[in-house]
C-alpha cells in the first residue's frame, strides 16, 4: 500500500471515481438536514417552491451553503435546456442525482487532502495509507456525499488543516513556526476555518484548539500579533461577506450564526429534537464515527499523551495537536443535550491520520502484518447495509411519485415530519397547482418553560390520538357508494389526497377508520424501509395508499393504469418546460423565507 494507484496526476481522477460510485450507491436516508437545509431552500430559490422549515423563518441559517446547490441547479437547468432533453422522468433523474454529484466533488477533495496532510505530517506511506482509510472509511461513505453542510465542513476543514502551519517534520523540534511556506499559508488556512465556521458556527471550537497551541508555539510577539491580526482581519472579512449573502436573501441584515447559538445553546430549543446522555459522542458517536478504526485510534491518541511530558519531535506535536482538537471538541459538545455523530463529523480526517500513524509504528507492527491489516478493516468497513437497506423506503416512494406523477394531482405524507425528501426530489412543476402536505414540527420557539414542558407540535398530536386527530382534521373518509365530492366541501385543515403516504404500522389503524373493505382507498405500492428502527412510528414499510375515481378499481401505481413509472406518456411539457418557473425566477434574496412559512399549507397552491 505504500505506491500510489498510478502516476500522481491520477489521483485526483481516481479518488473521485470512487466518490462517484459511492455518490450513486447511497440509497438510503440519514437525517432530514440533507434536504431540508441546503436542497429545499435551493430548489426554492431557483424554482420557486419547496419547504422552507422554522429555521429559515427566524433566520438562523445562513444561505452560504444552499446558494451552492442553487447554483448547481441553474447550471443543470440551461445545460439540459441546451442539450434538448426535455423527457420529464430524465430530467428529474439528473436534478436528482446532480448535488450527490457535486458533494463527490467535495468529498474526493477531502479524501486528497488527507492524504497529503497525512504525507507532509508522516511521510509519504503513511500519506498513502490515510487516503486508502479514509477511501475506505464507512462513516465517509454513508456521509460524505450527502449534502448535509457538515459533510461540505468537513472537506473544508481538512483542506484548512493540511495549510494550516503545523511543525515542521523537516525540523528537529516543535519550536520554530513558520507561517507562510510551499505548503502552509495562514491566510488561506483561516479564511477556509472562517467559512467552516459560518457553515457550522461549533466548527470554531477546532480552530480555537489549534489557535491556542499556535499563539502559545510562536515564541516572537510579533508572529503573536501576526497571528491574531490575520485571524481577525480574516474573520471579520468573512463575516461581512457572508451578512452581505444573508442581506440579499433576508432582505436585511442579520447574523445566523449568533441566532443559531442563541437557539441552540441559550435557549437549548435543540433538546426539542432529541436528548442524549452526558457520554454519547464516547459511547455511541465515536465508535460510528471510526467503526473498525476505533481501536486503532484510541491507541494512538493514548499513545501520544502519554509523551506529553517529553521533547515533542514536529510529527510527534502535530499528533499531539490533533488529540487535544479531537478531546476538546468532544467534551465541549458532550455539555450539549442535543447530540447527533455528523456534528462531529469534522474529527474524522484527524482520527484517520492518527489511526494511519498507530499502523506505521514499527513497534506494533511490520510491514507484512500492516498490509493485512489495513486490507482487513477495509473489507470489514464495506457499509452495505446502511446504504442500500436501513431507511430506503422513504427514498424510495418520493422517487416513485415523482415518476408516478402524471396519475395524481394530490398526495399526503401521514408520517413524523421530514420524513421524506420534498420538493426538490418530488420535482412537481409549479404550473401543475397540485396540493402536496406533510405533518409538521414546528418547535416550542418564544415560549415559556411552562408552556414549553407541555408543548406537543402536529405530529406529536396525530400520534398521540390518530383517529381523534383525523376526525378534527380531515372531512369524512371518502367511501364506496357516498358523494365522493361530499368530503371535499367540508372545510378542514386537510383533504383527503389521491396519494397518501405512510409507514406500516398505521396501516390497520387507518384501514380501521376508513371503514375497511368500504374505503375507497387501496394498497397500491409498497417499499421495504427498515428491519428494525428505534422510533416506534417509524416502522414497517413505506407504504402507499390510492384513492379510486368515482367508479375505478385502480388508481396509479405500478402497472395500475396510467403511464406507469416514468414510462411513455408522462411527457408533458417536462420539468422547466413551458409555463414553468425557470432560473432567474428567484436568486437569492428572492422568494425567501417569507414565502415558506410552517409546513406546507403555504405551499399548497404555488
Given at each position: ?17 470512487i466518490?462517484?460510485i459511492?455518490?450513486?450507491n447511497?440509497?438510503?436516508?440519514f ?8 436542497l ?5 430559490m ?9 429555521e429559515?423563518?427566524?433566520?438562523l441559517r445562513s444561505?452560504a ?14 445545460i ?5 432533453i ?29 492524504y497529503?496532510?497525512g504525507?507532509k505530517?508522516?511521510?509519504?506511506e ?23 453542510s457538515n ?19 523537516e ?8 507561517l ?11 479564511g ?11 466548527n470554531?471550537?477546532i ?8 499563539y502559545?508555539r ?22 461581512v ?10 432582505g ?12 441552540n ?8 429534537y ?13 465508535p ?14 493514548s499513545?501520544v ?14 499528533r ?7 478531546i ?6 458532550s ?57 430506503r ?7 416513485y411519485?415523482?415518476h ?24 412537481v ?5 397540485w ?8 418547535p ?8 414549553k ?5 402536529e ?14 382534521n380531515?372531512?369524512?373518509p371518502p ?12 372545510e ?36 421495504f ?11 414497517g414499510?413505506?407504504?402507499?395508499y ?23 406518456g408522462?411527457g ?15 436568486g437569492?434574496g ?7 412559512g410552517?409546513?406546507?399549507?403555504a405551499?399548497?397552491?404555488?
Amino acid at each position: 500500500m505504500s505506491q500510489p494507484p498510478g502516476p500522481p496526476h491520477l489521483l485526483f481522477p481516481f479518488a473521485l471515481s470512487i466518490r462517484v460510485i459511492n455518490a450513486v450507491n447511497v440509497s438510503t436516508f440519514f437525517q432530514p438536514d440533507e434536504y431540508f437545509q441546503a436542497l429545499e431552500p435551493a430548489w426554492r430559490m431557483v424554482f420557486g417552491e419547496g419547504w422552507l422549515t422554522w429555521e429559515w423563518r427566524e433566520e438562523l441559517r445562513s444561505i452560504a451553503h444552499p446558494l451552492i446547490f442553487s447554483w448547481l441547479y441553474k447550471g443543470t437547468y440551461f445545460i439540459l435546456k441546451g442539450l434538448g432533453i426535455h423527457d420529464e422522468a430524465v430530467r428529474g433523474d439528473i436534478f436528482n442525482v446532480a448535488p450527490r454529484l457535486l458533494q463527490a466533488v467535495f468529498a474526493t477533495l477531502g479524501d486528497i487532502y488527507t492524504y497529503k496532510l497525512g504525507t507532509k505530517t508522516l511521510g509519504e506511506e503513511a500519506g498513502w495509507t490515510s487516503l486508502f482509510l479514509s477511501l475506505g472509511s464507512a462513516f465517509h461513505w454513508f456521509c460524505s456525499t450527502r449534502t448535509f453542510s457538515n459533510s461540505l465542513e468537513t472537506s473544508l476543514t481538512i483542506i484548512a488543516l493540511y495549510y494550516w502551519p503545523w511543525p515542521s517534520k523537516e525540523e528537529k523540534t516543535a519550536k520554530r513556526v513558520v507561517l507562510d511556506g510551499p505548503e502552509t499559508s495562514l491566510k488561506l488556512s483561516l479564511g477556509l476555518a472562517a467559512v467552516t465556521s459560518i457553515l457550522r458556527p461549533t466548527n470554531a471550537l477546532i480552530w480555537a484548539t489549534l489557535g491556542a497551541f499556535l499563539y502559545f508555539r510562536a515564541s516572537m510577539r510579533a508572529e503573536r500579533i501576526l497571528i491574531v491580526s490575520e485571524a481577525a482581519k480574516i474573520g471579520v472579512s468573512v463575516i461581512v461577506l457572508n451578512m452581505l449573502l444573508d442581506h440579499r436573501y433576508y432582505g436585511h441584515f442579520t447574523f445566523p450564526p449568533w441566532k443559531f447559538l442563541k437557539f441552540n445553546l441559550v435557549q437549548s430549543l435543540s433538546i426539542f429534537y432529541g436528548s442524549m446522555p452526558w457520554h454519547y459522542y464516547l459511547s455511541q458517536g465515536l465508535p460510528l464515527l471510526l467503526t473498525f478504526y476505533s481501536p486503532l485510534a484510541i491507541q494512538e491518541i493514548s499513545s501520544v499523551l502519554e509523551k506529553v511530558a517529553d521533547a515533542l519531535s514536529p510529527s510527534l506535536a502535530t499528533r499531539m495537536q490533533f488529540s487535544v482538537a479531537t478531546i476538546a471538541t468532544t467534551l465541549v459538545y458532550s455539555l450539549i443535550k442535543h447530540k447527533e455523530v455528523r456534528f462531529i463529523y469534522p474529527l474524522l480526517p484527524m482520527l484517520i491520520i492518527l489511526t494511519a500513524s498507530a499502523l506505521h509504528n514499527p513497534i506494533h507492527f511490520s510491514p507484512a502484518a500492516r498490509k493485512k491489516l489495513l486490507f482487513a478493516l477495509l473489507a470489514a468497513n464495506l457499509p452495505y447495509y446502511s446504504t442500500q437497506m436501513h431507511q430506503r423506503g422513504v427514498i424510495d416512494v418520493v422517487n416513485y411519485l415523482r415518476h408516478d406523477q402524471n396519475n395524481w394531482r394530490s398526495v399526503g405524507f401521514l408520517m413524523p415530519c421530514h420524513s421524506t425528501p420534498w420538493m426538490a426530489s418530488l420535482q412537481v412543476p409549479s404550473t401543475k397547482h397540485w396540493d402536496i402536505w406533510a405533518l409538521t414540527c414546528e418547535p416550542p420557539v418564544n415560549l415559556s418553560p411552562q408552556e414549553k414542558s407541555t408543548y406537543l407540535d402536529e405530529a406529536d398530536h396525530f400520534y398521540a390520538d390518530p383517529i381523534a386527530f383525523l376526525k378534527a382534521n380531515f372531512p369524512v373518509p371518502p367511501r364506496k357508494g357516498g358523494n365522493p365530492k361530499k368530503s371535499m366541501r367540508e372545510e378542514t385543515r386537510y383533504q383527503w389526497p389521491e396519494r397518501l403516504v405512510m409507514f406500516e404500522v398505521l396501516e390497520k389503524v387507518l384501514r380501521e377508520y376508513w371503514g375497511g373493505d368500504e374505503s375507497r382507498y387501496r394498497s397500491c405500492a409498497r417499499f421495504f424501509n427498515s428491519h428494525f428502527h428505534d422510533d416506534k412510528r417509524r416502522k414497517g414499510d413505506v407504504v402507499v395508499y390510492c384513492l379510486e375515481k368515482d367508479g375505478a378499481k385502480g388508481m396509479g401505481g405500478p402497472g395500475m393504469g396510467g403511464s406507469g413509472m416514468g414510462g411513455p406518456g408522462m411527457g408533458g411539457s417536462g420539468m422547466g418546460g413551458p409555463g414553468m418557473s425557470g432560473p432567474g425566477m428567484g436568486g437569492p434574496g428572492m422568494g425567501g423565507p417569507e414565502m415558506g412559512g410552517p409546513g406546507m399549507k403555504a405551499w399548497r397552491g404555488c
